[in-house]
């Protein structure tokens, strides 16, 4: 009887996922009502876990594991499933996407997610990891009549299933070299110099970077970033990011920690690389969800970098970082959704620059975000990076800083160039004016606490100093 | 004191540009009521400021007005304090921030409101980089610069503005960036960013280059010192004359600025070390691009590249470590400052008259705009350094310290003295004399009132400091001393651990 009241905002969402299914079969037209109680239902979990108690619990055979950690990423994971959906709102409608089913498989992924954060075993971790994937595969092909979406889900599919099983062969190969599936017995058994259980963890990375999408595993982000629906987009770019991160954490810091030395050399280099990348492959794209996808790909290599020092700072750094990136993305994508120009959706970049002239707040705020995400201080972007770089530098690797703040400079140049069509060339076209409050309200959020987050930065490191990992 | 005073010089430009932000109304009210408050506020913290020069105490070394409050707990705090050296660069950007304001509403034709915002929130970051006594601060401040300068060549500027305001960007983003690498190195080697404990503590030698060279970066691009001042040109000609001024009057300025303070205070075994680079590197910008600035036909690049020139003798003044180079280059950082901002205007007065920069579409402008003529020969002869204008002055003290240095150096420089006047006077004789190019020139206004102000407050100062630089040398003086003989006995204990 216990153990329920840990599981608590789980089983909520799970009864609360069936009570959707059926009160959408059963009412006609029920979209607007399922997508409100999604939301409500969004809303009561982050509260619910938020109340949870304040020390670790491993439950259920030690295969699940309550703590700071996990509660701080469930609550955002809530949250931001949240904004997405509100913010999203207007888009779904036109564009023939608001089925009953949108905003029910988004809870089951979200469900998953939790899983896969809380989990202290293989097998749970595993299981979240498919529940949120085949979530993400209906996803990405929501728009069913559309020949990009469809692709999109289909290539995501593909590769995400060999990711899948590469993540599971590895498992198996540690399970078999350390006994068991539960993380804390593989910490303890866990030999160094056994080959077998580093190919195992080898194999894990890789399905772990798949999922992160960190460079050479990212070949997906683009096509299905610019492919899939706007709505699943901004989704796709927020969410499943912040389980990634967190499981990414707990596996290299739980039971791979002792085998430090082989796996610092792998994330360094996927650090890197996904920085180079990011910032180089992002110069020429034109369509705007295409370059989120290469810029995302480069914010999800600075955070690896923090996680590559080894140290409760760098994973402090990185968490700090993660947050910031999320109200900057979905600052990005709630300026995205109302890019309207004659009731259609701008996807490229020439498009915007009509919207200094005509929307002067909605320029001020993309601008305010573009300078954040290209780490210009006094905004947060710039905080996210320099939490980094503290710990990068105070770790003694300063190769690996230097990349990265060369790679700043790099990426500069391509939120400069969206900037530069904003204000600096003449207008072309007329924007329409958007009356959606969902959607200004999370712009208006995550502008202004980018823009004023200078003013008492400790906040963030008040939140995150809680947590422990060991 | 514990008056905020510092605080309220810095954000009171912030606040005006939020009363400016949130004024609605009709586009005619709007841009009256935003001229009137950036007017309003630059002026009132161009008062706050001197009064602030009233109250500073010039007999001493020490930080004064110094407030501190806790930012990030237990790591940054935000700390504040102005000693001589900083306290006459805030009265510099206090006053010439009000004339950008003034150029700014004669000249810029649409956004104006914008454009005031920008100059505000410009002032803000730029008084912060002088008043900041933590390391982060100091960076934050330095770099944010970035966002409202890009803006103001990029939206006001000429043809080519978006490559200079890319190029400008880029070049700065890239210096000062390894600037932060050293910022982070040195809080994990000493365990402090507080400028006031670090100026205490010697960072241990073999730490010193690779941080001097990080510094160095930044303040290099930004100076711009030769061979990474190729920005400068592209940016000063295509900004408007408000950003030409602010960026050759201010910005340039913050490079000299961090020299003195953190090259010279922090690593001086690398200062010492690295000087015959710095005087090399100097020497090759005041000669070269002076030769340079002859060839130009467009007024702006002339003058731009000239500022590269003066430049080269503030790093020679600061590097001569004497008290004579150090002063001298402070007072040629100051006039340089008031000479470069006036010619920008100048050249300023006739572009929006006649929508052209390049030289020979002038001529022979002393017919038809006397007052004109006159302002312009008096910044002129101030630029090249004629006794009597504040140009000389910082030019001689800097060569008298170069010369106690390194008499080569001394020589080679003075060269510059002399190619200054060849491209200045020749520029003034084909702007000025001869004969007019074209008949739509005899149509030219001259100088309105609000101008005539402008250059009339700029010509009484460049003068002032020129016949009597007395009060300038009183308020830098201690504290110039206490960071030659600080430099010197830190130099000293360095290289006794060498020997060792």
């Known amino acids: 009887m216990q153990t329920i009241i840990y599981i608590l905002p789980e089983l909520f969402l799970s009864s609360a996922i069936m009570m959707l299914l059926i009160i959408g079969v059963f009412v006609k037209k029920s979209f607007k009502l399922v997508n409100f109680l999604t939301i409500l239902v969004l809303f009561f979990s982050a509260v619910l876990v938020i109340n949870q108690p304040e020390e670790i619990v491993k439950i259920f055979n030690e295969s699940y594991i309550i703590d700071r950690l996990s509660i701080i990423m469930k609550v955002l994971t809530f949250l931001f499933s949240l904004f997405v959906l509100i913010s999203s709102k207007d888009y779904i409608k036109e564009n023939n996407i608001d089925k009953i089913e949108y905003p029910i498989i988004i809870l089951a992924s979200v469900l998953g997610m939790i899983l896969m954060i809380s989990s202290n075993d293989l097998i749970i971790f595993y299981l979240g990891l498919e529940l949120q994937s085949i979530s993400l595969y209906i996803l990405a092909s929501f728009k069913k009549d559309d020949e990009k979406s469809t692709e999109a889900g289909l290539k995501f599919f593909v590769l995400s299933a060999l990711a899948s099983g590469l993540l599971l062969y590895g498992s198996s190969l540690v399970y078999g070299f350390t006994g068991s599936t539960n993380f804390d017995i593989i910490s303890q058994n866990l030999d160094q110099n056994s080959t077998g259980a580093v190919f195992g963890i080898v194999f894990i990375i890789v399905g772990l970077a798949f999922k992160i999408s960190a460079v050479p595993f990212h070949m997906w982000t683009p096509d299905v970033y610019q492919g899939s629906p706007t709505s699943v987009t901004s989704f796709f770019a927020l969410i499943p990011k912040i389980a990634a991160l967190t499981v990414f954490i707990r596996f290299m810091y739980i039971p791979f920690i002792n085998i430090f030395n ?20 992002a110069i020429g794209q034109n369509n705007i969800k295409r370059l989120i996808a290469y810029s995302s790909i480069g914010h999800m290599g600075y955070a690896l970098a923090g996680l590559a020092t080894g140290t409760i700072s760098g994973i402090q750094s990185s968490i700090i970082y993660l947050i910031i990136y999320l109200f900057m993305n979905l600052g990005i994508f709630s300026c995205i959704f109302m890019m309207k120009s004659e009731k259609k959706y701008c996807e490229t970049i020439d498009d915007l620059s009509g919207i200094s002239r005509n929307q002067p707040i909605l320029a001020l705020s993309f601008l305010i975000l573009l300078f954040s995400l290209a780490g210009i201080p006094p905004l947060a972007g710039f905080f996210a990076k320099f939490y980094i770089f503290m710990a990068v530098i105070e770790a003694k690797m300063y190769t690996l800083a230097i990349i990265g703040l060369v790679t700043t400079v790099v990426s500069a140049f391509y939120y400069l160039r969206i900037i530069k069509i904003i204000y600096f060339d003449k207008p072309k076209k007329e924007f329409d004016k958007i009356y959606n409050w969902g959607l200004k309200f999370s712009l208006a959020l995550s502008s202004i606490l980018v823009l004023i987050y200078f003013i008492y930065p400790t906040i963030l490191i008040d939140i995150i100093s809680s947590i422990k990992i060991y | 004191m514990n008056f905020p005073i510092l605080s309220l010089i810095i954000f009171i430009p912030l606040i005006g540009a939020i009363f400016i932000f949130i004024t609605t109304g009709s586009q005619k009210n709007v841009e009256k009521n935003s001229k009137y408050i950036a007017i309003f506020t630059s002026l009132a913290n161009f008062f706050l400021s001197i009064l602030l020069l009233f109250s500073f105490d010039n007999t001493t070394s020490e930080f004064q007005f110094v407030e501190e409050k806790n930012w990030i707990d237990g790591f940054i705090s935000f700390k504040l304090g102005v000693d001589g050296i900083s306290i006459l660069f805030i009265l510099l ?173 922090l690593f001086p075994l690398a200062s010492d070390y690295f000087t015959p680079l710095i005087f090399t590197l100097s020497i090759i910008a005041i000669i070269y691009t002076s030769l340079i600035a002859l060839m130009q036909d467009d007024m702006k690049k002339l003058i731009a590249y000239s500022s590269v020139a003066h430049m080269g003798f503030v790093t020679i003044g600061i590097f001569s470590i004497n008290k004579q180079g150090l002063e001298g280059s402070i007072i040629q950082m100051l006039s340089h400052g008031l000479i470069s901002a006036a010619l920008f205007l100048c050249v300023g007065v006739v572009y929006d008259r006649f929508y052209s920069r390049m030289i020979s579409s002038y001529g022979g402008l002393v017919n038809f705009m006397p007052k004109y003529a006159l302002v312009f020969m008096i910044f002129t002869l101030a630029a090249l350094g004629l006794p009597g204008t504040s140009g000389f002055v910082g030019e001689f003290l800097v060569l008298i310290g170069a010369f106690k240095k390194n008499m080569l150096v001394a020589i080679l420089a003075s060269l510059g003295v002399i190619l200054s006047a060849a491209y200045m ?76």
């Open chain 2, 93 to 265: 950007t206090t006053f010439i921030v009000p004339i950008c304001i003034f150029s700014g509403i004669q000249s810029i034709k649409f956004k104006i409101k914008e454009f005031l915002i920008a100059i505000l929130v410009m002032e803000t970051l730029m008084l912060g980089v002088f008043c900041s006594l933590d390391l982060i601060i100091f960076y934050l401040f330095f770099e944010g610069g970035l966002i409202p300068m890009f803006l103001i060549i990029g939206i006001w500027g000429g043809p080519k503005r978006v490559y200079s305001a890319f190029k400008f960007f880029l070049f700065t983003l890239l210096g000062s960036i390894l600037m932060l690498i050293a910022i982070i190195s040195i809080y994990w080697i000493t365990g402090t960013t507080d400028i006031i404990s670090l100026l205490n503590i010697r960072i241990p030698n073999e730490y010193q280059y690779l941080l001097w060279l990080a510094f160095f970066s930044s303040f290099a691009v930004k100076m711009p010192m030769w061979p990474v001042h190729t920005w400068l040109p592209d940016a000063h000609v295509e900004a408007p004359t408000a950003g030409s001024v602010v960026l050759a009057a201010i910005l340039l300025k913050m490079a000299g600025y961090g020299f003195i303070r953190f090259s010279l205070g």
């Open chain 2, 425 to 500: 006077l020749w520029l003034y004789k084909r702007v000025v004399f001869g004969r007019a190019s074209s008949p739509e020139l005899k149509e030219m206004k001259d100088l309105n009132r609000t101008e005539l102000y402008i250059f009339i407050s700029l010509v009484f100062l460049i003068l002032f400091i020129g016949f009597y630089p007395e009060p300038l040398l009183n308020t830098i003086n201690v504290s110039a001393d206490n960071l030659i003989i600080n430099y010197q006995t830190n130099l000293e204990f360095h290289l006794e651990k060498i020997n060792k």
């Open chain 1, 262 to 281: 082989q796996w610092q050399i792998i994330i360094v280099f996927l650090s890197i690389a996904s920085m180079i990348l990011g910032a180089v492959a």
